[in-house]
């Protein structure tokens, strides 16, 4: 045995209804800092329970749990969605619309996974607040807007989050993703990539397309731009190092016999150390400038959009985390693996307050689809849809209680305590 009986228990019951809240959250996905709907949702499924949940950052919402003397440790899921229509065919298919920053109306698709992160931090709350005989102390359940534009995190920092509510000895999260369903991913130390976005505006001459004589055409001086760019990691960077670079978007122009005046692309970077961080960034800049001088071009504009930070799994909390899931789910069940390139700003909680925390992954799929002919589609794929639900939202349970409760208590002997 592992979580004490009543947990499990508990848990068992409740996954019908996990089902039902997952599908419901899944199909009304709202954009980042647009969470609205998502947040009232959270706020009034935990007063159901009794708790007393609190607004920051605009569409944030945490609750404390109290419960005598003892550590404080808290949790984290996040809830935006993204801009992708969903082709996944589920009978629970969401059809939201949310509206960009620019304007633009796009349709919105729970395509990372946070539906599930909501459901599993509320049922986590649940039973925290239903079984206050098992353990002492306080949890913090924090859930976090705007995680896919790293708003989210700073926005209830600079709300105050860690004046409002008590602050950690450590703090918790975790990600569905395409692995087998039961199973949960772990690294030491560097967990997952810092990332760098940001937009370049190319400024050209405008002229008819049949002249193109009178123009500075910034279509042809972007495709030579972004061409280069891509010569930084593969001819600039070791092999012994890890950089991607990435451009998501490529916009210039109107009407096919009319060469444009201005053109923008984005850069998207991801990069585990400091210095390369540096080098890379510092590349960008001359390679962007250095081919807009060679075009005849003025200056371009190079415009940043947000950034991430280097999310870092303090090591003895890590391993800990590591020895106390084997005994939950099955030392078979759980694996420790490098960093991924993806990035995160749930570290921005801990960093802001030097407190340290663990970001782990837990899999969507059944093994019969995982290792199926096909291969499965990953976070931010319209066609994400994990096909295990029940036993995903019950392992991403069972490993947020395994870890809050290695501090609150209510664990057998064969857990490990907490560093």
């Known amino acids: 045995m592992a979580l004490a009986p009543p947990l499990s228990e508990s848990l068992a019951a409740d996954l019908p209804g996990l089902v039902s809240l997952y599908e419901d959250f899944h199909r009304s996905p709202e954009l980042s800092m647009q969470e609205h709907r998502t947040a ?15 607004r920051l950052g605009g569409t944030g919402v945490v609750a404390v749990i109290e419960n005598g003397a003892g550590p404080v440790v808290a949790y984290r899921a996040d809830t935006d969605g993204l801009p992708i229509e969903e082709k996944t065919g589920l009978p629970y298919s969401s059809s939201a ?9 796009v349709r919105v698709m ?38 896919e534009v790293s708003a989210g995190a700073a926005a209830m920092l600079a709300d105050g989050i860690w004046d409002t509510v008590p602050k950690p000895e450590a703090i918790y999260g975790q990600h569905v993703w395409p692995g087998v369903a039961g199973t949960v991913n772990v690294s030491i130390g560097t967990a997952m990539a ?15 397309g049949s002249q193109p004589e009178n123009s500075i055409d910034p279509i042809v001086l972007g495709a030579y731009m972004i061409t280069r760019l891509q010569s ?9 190092d890890m950089a991607v670079l990435t451009i998501g978007r490529f916009n210039g122009g109107l009407k096919e016999n009319i060469i444009p005046a201005e053109a923008r692309f984005t850069i998207n970077l991801r990069t585990f150390e400091e210095k390369i961080r540096e080098q890379v960034l510092e ?3 001359r390679i962007i400038t250095a081919e807009a001088e060679a075009s005849g071009a003025p200056a371009p504009e190079i415009r940043k959009l947000y950034d ?28 420790e693996t490098p960093p991924v390139t993806g990035s995160e700003d749930f570290g921005r909680f801990g960093d802001a307050i030097g407190v340290p925390y663990v970001f782990w992954f837990f899999g969507g799929y059944s093994a019969e689809k995982f290792h199926g002919e096909e291969p499965v589609h ?21 490993a947020a209680l395994t870890a809050l409760l290695s501090h609150l208590g209510s664990l057998d002997e064969g857990f490990a305590g907490h560093a």
């Not at 619309?97 to 109306?105: F, I, K, R, S, Y």
Request: glycine content about 12%.
């Open 378 to 398: 990953g976070n931010h794929s319209p066609h994400f849809a994990p096909d295990s639900v029940p036993t995903t939202l019950e392992t991403g349970v069972r």
């Open 283 to 285: 590349a960008i800049v």
């Open 308 to 335: 991430f930070p280097r999310c870092y799994n303090d090591p003895a909390l890590a391993q800990a985390l590591v020895d106390n899931l084997g005994v939950e789910l099955g030392s078979e069940n759980v694996h």
């Open 40 to 54: 009232t949702a959270i706020e009034e499924t935990l007063s159901s329970f009794g708790l007393s949940p609190i």
């Open 97 to 105: 619309t949310g509206t960009l920053g620019d304007g633009t109306e």
């Open 194 to 208: 810092m990332a760098d976005s940001m937009e370049v505006i190319i400024h050209g001459r405008q002229a008819h």
């Open 110 to 147: 729970h395509g990372c996974g946070h539906d599930t992160h909501i459901t599993v931090g509320l049922e986590t709350a649940k039973l925290l607040a239903e079984h206050r005989g098992l353990w002492s102390g306080t949890a913090v359940m924090i859930f976090q807007p705007g995680e």
């Open 232 to 240: 930084i990691v593969s001819r600039e960077i070791s092999g012994r």
